[in-house]
């Protein structure tokens, strides 16, 4: 098994247990009822070599050594003082699939040959290996002073794959979109089991370094460039001490509170409170010493309007909204009737975060149009935007930015986005050759989820991008892709949820709905009693109450509960098909 036990990192969180997956390697099966207790490895204390221990044994240890990011220069004692001087460790993690196996003599040397699983990069940014890449190195070996050493120097540092779990986490820097009103997570994977102090030291100055390439250009860090934290981030009851340079002196009120928020939404998962200090005086002295949380709730990632908890749908080429999933009322499909979209028929719907718009595709696929859901003046009139191909469904972000995606089935796919002023823009993409079957905005309008179909093996994947600027700002470009790399088959659909994205697809059996971290470290099934029906669409978006709503092959519809029951709107087989959606 190539992979033990990164599915634990998200499970965690949820209210229930489930069978967790590796992203690599064979399954592992669990009750539904509760997660395995395994933890797929005992963490290594990094020690220096023994006196006169033979060449397995110097290689072996030196990779326990470097699996332990804070000893490094224990792992340095295994090595020729030329290597030593010459490994930069910190350029990058491999993460391998450990196994007796994988170490053998070869010539003068120990020859590793592995299953690659990952690479975490320089700023922590977690990137799953193709399915057939291995993790190859020869450690050559020579005698210094009598002694064997490694003689060859690695490409950054190397860590099995059962001990990621227990030097590593995943955290959360967070930057603002463009508009300055919601915060984006990049998620980076750094060293765990750190005293709090140095924990938060460590997430601090991380953020103060900006975006990884994953962000890029596409969010804004508020903290101008030289922003450091005068020595550390010291942590006394809970409270962690931010104690930024001069530089940060120059911001004004309202970037200054942004900055507090980027600095506060960070910290808060640690669980630690922020005092923030500007060459010694706070940073925001109209606010209290130590921020609340709550102060800055406002700048929600996950855009955590009400509103977002409403099903919508289509019922016979009709918007309807779906009511009585909270048990409040007989569950039906109420048709928006009073809106100009009433006036058209319809393949696909998408509602804004707000639930006071949506937009349509019309059933004969030249028009997208969008219109107020429940307008009071019952003239108010549609915005057409005639469109040419295939068009995906298209998606709305917190701002109530209407993204949609034609030509999707010709040689080159055409993406745009209507902001909330109507302005029309085309947003650049390549999808070199591959077909996108679906498009998902993140509420944050930066971060983008697609499945896509490979020219190459007619097989549908995941993956993920971020919308970024070109030519000075004027252009907006979709960039920076990220193949999730699930070992799923058969996957139909994927969606932003609260805890990462579900993914309908297959492994080994019939599809099934799966839960997938955002940078695909972790894949596991959705918590809750196993389905009695066949996936084929999800519906779900990132608000913490929001249930998930599968749509089966049949096109019944049926969602998650709370107390992780799969429940059916139609039981009886006698309702037509909805199609459904939620906001975003």
């Known amino acids: 098994m190539r992979r033990r036990l990164l599915g634990v990192l998200l499970a965690v969180a949820l209210l229930g247990g489930c069978a967790t997956v590796p992203t690599k390697g064979t399954i592992r099966n669990g009750e539904r009822q509760g997660l395995a207790p395994d933890l797929g490895g005992v963490g290594v204390e990094a020690k220096p070599p023994r006196a006169n221990i033979p060449d397995m044994a110097i290689v072996s240890g030196f990779l326990e050594a470097m699996s332990d990011s804070q000893a490094y220069d224990v792992a340095r004692q295994y090595m020729t003082p030329e290597a030593a001087g010459e490994w930069k460790p910190e350029s990058q993690t491999v993460v391998y699939d450990q196994r007796p196996e994988s170490l053998t003599r070869k010539n003068d040397g120990i020859q590793l040959t592995a299953q690659k699983i990952a690479t975490i990069g320089a700023r922590g940014e977690w990137t799953p290996a193709a399915a057939n890449e291995k993790a190859d190195f020869f450690f050559k070996l020579k005698k210094v002073d009598g002694q064997l050493r490694v003689a060859t120097v690695p490409p950054g540092a190397y860590l099995g794959s059962n001990q990621v779990d227990l030097k590593l986490a995943p955290r959360d820097l967070y930057f603002f979109n463009q508009s300055r009103d919601l915060l984006v997570p990049d998620q980076v994977w750094l060293s765990q089991n750190l005293p709090s102090g140095q924990a938060a030291t460590q997430l601090i100055q991380e953020l103060l370094k900006g975006p990884t390439s994953r962000l890029g250009n596409g969010v804004v860090s508020i903290a101008p460039p030289g922003t450091e934290v005068q020595v550390s981030v010291p942590v006394d009851l809970g409270v962690a001490t931010v104690a930024l340079n001069d530089t940060a002196a120059s911001l004004r009120d309202q970037d200054r509170r942004l900055l507090a928020a980027q600095i506060v939404w960070t910290l808060n998962q640690l669980n630690l409170r922020a005092k923030i200090t500007v060459g010694g005086a706070p940073l925001l ?41 909270d048990g409040a009322s007989e569950i039906s499909a109420q048709p928006l009737n009073s809106g100009p979209l009433a006036l058209h028929k319809a393949q696909a719907f998408a509602v804004t975060l707000a639930g006071d718009a949506g937009a349509i595709v019309t059933a004969d696929g030249r028009d997208v149009v969008y219109g107020k859901l429940d307008p009071s003046d019952n003239a108010a009139k549609a915005t057409e935007i005639p469109v040419d191909g295939h068009t995906l469904p298209p998606s709305f972000d917190g701002q109530d930015n209407l993204w949609f995606l034609d030509r999707a089935n010709g040689a080159h796919p055409r993406l745009r986005v209507r902001d909330s002023d109507g302005r029309l823009r085309s947003v650049e993409t390549d999808f070199k050759g591959d077909t996108p079957v679906a498009l998902r905005m993140a509420p944050d309008g930066v971060r983008a989820l697609l499945v896509m179909k490979s020219a190459a093996t007619k097989q549908n994947y995941v993956q993920t991008a971020t919308v970024q600027t070109t030519n000075g700002g004027k252009q907006l470009m979709l960039g920076a892709f990220r193949q999730l790399m699930l070992e799923l ?21 019939a599809p099934q709905p799966w839960l997938v971290s955002t940078d695909g470290s972790s894949l596991q099934l959705l918590p809750g009693s196993a389905p009695g029906f066949v996936p084929e669409h999800v519906a779900s978006n990132t608000h913490k109450d929001t249930l998930p709503v599968i749509q089966d092959d049949a096109g019944r519809i049926h969602w998650l509960s709370k107390d992780l029951a799969w429940v059916s709107m139609d039981a009886d087989n006698s309702q037509a098909t909805i199609i459904p959606t939620y906001p975003g």
């Open 285 to 325: 002295p109209d606010e209290p010493e130590v921020l609340p949380f709550s102060n800055f709730s406002a700048y929600d990632p996950q855009a955590s309007a009400g509103a977002m908890t409403k099903l919508y749908g289509l019922l016979g080429q009709k918007p309807q909204r779906i009511v009585g999933l």
């Open 489 to 509: 088959t058969n996957i139909t659909d994927a969606a932003w949820d609260k805890q990462g994205i579900i993914v309908i697809g297959s492994a080994n059996a």
